[in-house]
Every structure is written in C-alpha cells, then in structure tokens.
C-alpha cells in the first residue's frame, strides 16, 4: 500500500483541509493519507480548540486513512525543529512515498532550490543573519533580510528569485522549506509536493464542497459568539458532526485559567531552573519572571513579553515549554537521533491500512503490547511523561468534571487505546458510544 503523508494540525479541520487531501490523493496516486498530527498544544503554543482526538476523528471522516501523534515536545518547538521531528516521523513509515504540504507559492521547484541552499548555509548568509541578529531582529526575519540581500547582489542564483523571496514571509511556505530542508538531510526518497493555498475571501468558493474560511478565523468566531452553527459551512459534514457532538459536552480552553497558571509557574519558579527549557535563550528567564510579576492575565503578560527579537507566538510556545518542563536539550536531541515511537491515535478499522503502518523502522502503537515495546526506550519514556503533563494541563482548562479529572489523571497517553473507525461508522449520527 502507497501512504502519502500530511504533517498537520487541524485546528479544527475544515474544507481547506479536506481539498489538500483530495489533491493530495490525486498528485500523488497513493492509496492512503497518513496524517502526522500536533498533540494538545499548537506550534504557536496555546491550547488546541479541541483535544486530538477529536481532531485526528475528525480528520478521519474528512478522508484520512490515519493520524499519528507528533510529540508536545516537537509540537510546540520552533519551526525547523516541529519540522524535523515530523518529517522523523513520516519516514519511520516505510510505505509512505510522497509528502504534500499546502504553500501560498504553490512551486515546490523554488521551495527546494531554497531548501538546499540553507541547508548549506554559505560563510556570507551566515556573516549576514549574523549582523540582522546583532541590530535586534529575530532570527526567521533576519533570514529574510540576509536572503534578500544575497539575491539583489547577486551571491546566489534561483530559477525564480522573486518567489524565492516571499518564502520566508508565509507561515505555510516556512513549514514547507523546512520539511524539505529536512528531507534532503535524511536523504530520504520520499517526493516532496506542495498544493497551492487557497486564500479564502468572502463569497469565495472553490466547488459547492468548497467554502473556506481558516482555522483562525474558525478559532475566532467559535471564541467570540460562543455558537458554531455559523461556521457548519467551512467543515466537512461527517466531521462537523464530530467537532459540535464535542463541543456540546466541553468547553473549549479557558484562556483565563492557562493565563493564571503562567503567571504562578514565572512568579515561583527559580530561573536557574526556567532556563534549562526550550529556547530560554539569552537572559530571558528574567525578562519572563518580570513580566509575570508585573501582569494580572495572560494577554497583559504577553504584551510586556513580546519584542522585536521575541515573537509573541515564540513567547508563548517558550511559556508553554516552561508550563510542562519540555528542557531545551532533550528537544535538540531530535536532531541527531531517530524517533522512538509513533502512536496512532486514529485509524480506519482496514486490515490492510493497519498491515501498512506496522512496516515501520520503529515501534507503531495501536494496542498494549506496541506501547510496552516502545517503552524498552528511555527516549521513549521521556516524551511519554511529557505528554502526559500536557494532557492534564489541557483537561484542567477545558474544565472537565472531577470524575473526568480522576479517570484521566490516572491514564498514561501512550496506553490510550487508538481509534479504530470502521467504514460504516464514518457517518456519525448513528453513533452511540
């Protein structure tokens, strides 16, 4: 069986979604989409809208064949390492071909072109980036300004210089340039595609199917009305089913609640021991612990926070990563070691699929035996404990009830049972359980 492979977030999945899998199939002519799926927290490091789960069901009934788990490790890390982990975690699979990732370019010609030469870096980008980096800017901007700089005098050549540009000023294009960097470092044979990013606007449709709106835009409007009957239009049938069936049984996360802990883990942990988690970088504990003491919520916090060189989404994916202790050495160790494990949180209940990802170059987890298996590493241990502070802090602010709170404090993440969806049970109004 051919699996093309998504790395994605699905936050919540919609049309936009649905139509990059479509094309995916069509590009590719694999059998199967394998998703590679964030886990309860996003790369900008908040709180997903619903659990993964939910989401990886949802991706199912849009046309999926499975969800694997990518790590909160990874999930919440900067772009070149989120890419580099799930990257890690497609090749584990050894019937994957193909990955598709959308792109506002569209050109995977120019994406690779650029992929090789950062991978290469030559001594005057980096003498560049460097100088950017020294007049306060952040690194992903000091990139743009050092490769702008490199094509207008001419230091290097691209087919299309001008698309070559505008690749690391769209989130989407940066994702893509780093799953192909990353890629091309594991020499791997899988064939990078990227589909064209369809910007929504209103009115626009791309088919009848087809109404888009993006997941933030989503996020917003579900935040701000408290309803989601306004956004039925922009999420496929079957998995709109599956988001409403959820949200009528649990809130969504309690900005409120997340912005508390914040405060109270900065205010009183040392910074001797903040510094030791992920992009701590440079002295900014004490600019983090500041912040906090001097701020009564979340948003007040950031405000005080973010700076030219720190994004807000890098502070929050830096308060996440002190929230849950994810230590800055184990993230980096990603980079230069295979990965331990994959879980699969859902899957469509097909023998052949579930044959397909077991031929694998390392543990997948769908039952009891596989996670004991893949917990004979002591990598794999690490990434296990993580992820289950990350599934307590997510289920505190969704604010389950106690009994909830007991059932699922006591649930280890790896042992969780995988999603089997059986072919008559993608429509979801007949479903009991």
Request: with cysteine; proline share 4%; net charge positive.
């Amino acid at each position: 069986m051919k699996l093309c492979a998504i790395i994605a977030e699905y936050n919540p999945f919609h049309n936009g979604h649905m139509y990059l899998m479509n094309q995916s199939k069509q590009l590719s002519g694999c059998d199967e989409i394998l998703v590679v799926m964030n886990s309860n927290f996003s790369q900008r490091g908040m709180p997903t809208i619903v659990d993964k789960e939910t989401r990886a069901k949802m991706a199912i009934c849009g046309g999926a064949g499975a969800v694997a788990q990518l790590p909160v490790y990874f999930s919440v890390a900067n772009a070149e390492i989120f890419a580099t982990a799930a990257v890690k975690t497609v090749c584990a699979f050894k019937d994957v071909t193909h990955l598709c990732f959308g792109s506002e370019c569209g050109d995977i010609k120019s994406i690779v072109e650029l992929a090789k030469f950062l991978n290469i870096e030559p001594p005057f980008f980096k003498k560049l980036v460097k100088e950017y980096l020294d007049d306060g800017y952040s690194l992903g901007i000091s990139k743009v300004k050092a490769l702008g700089e490199c094509i207008h005098k001419n230091f290097v050549k691209f087919s299309n210089p001008q698309v070559v540009l505008e690749l690391l000023s769209k989130p989407n294009n940066i994702l893509g340039v780093e799953y192909v960097k990353a890629l091309l470092k594991l020499k791997s044979k899988i064939i990078p595609i990227t589909v064209k990013r369809q910007e929504p606007y209103p009115g626009y449709e791309l088919d009848v199917d087809y109404k888009l709106s993006s997941s933030t835009e989503i996020r917003k409007s579900i935040e701000k009305s408290k309803r989601i009957w306004n956004i039925r239009k922009y999420i496929p049938k079957n998995s709109f089913f599956v988001f409403s069936k959820h949200l009528k049984e649990t809130n969504i996360p309690n900005r409120e609640i997340l912005g508390q802990c914040v405060l109270y883990k900065l205010r009183t942990t040392p910074t001797s021991e903040l510094r030791l988690n992920f992009d701590v970088v440079e002295g900014f504990e004490n600019k983090l612990v500041e912040a906090a003491k001097e701020s009564t919520n979340l948003d007040n916090f950031l405000e005080k926070a973010v700076s030219k060189r720190y994004s807000q989404n890098r502070v929050q994916r830096i308060t996440t990563a002190c929230l849950l202790n994810l230590r800055s050495e184990i993230t980096k160790q990603i980079l230069v070691q295979d990965i331990p494990f994959v879980k699969i949180v859902a899957c469509k209940n097909d023998r052949n699929l579930i044959a397909s990802l077991h031929n694998a170059k390392c543990p997948v987890v769908t039952r009891k035996l596989d996670a004991m298996q893949a917990l004979e590493n002591p990598f794999a241990k690490t990434l296990c404990f993580a992820e289950d502070r990350a599934n307590s802090l997510f289920q505190l602010l969704i604010e389950t009830s106690q009994s909830e709170q007991m059932i699922n404090a006591e649930k280890s993440d790896i042992f969780v049972k995988t999603l089997f969806v059986k072919k008559g049970e993608l429509e979801f109004e007949n479903e009991t359980n």
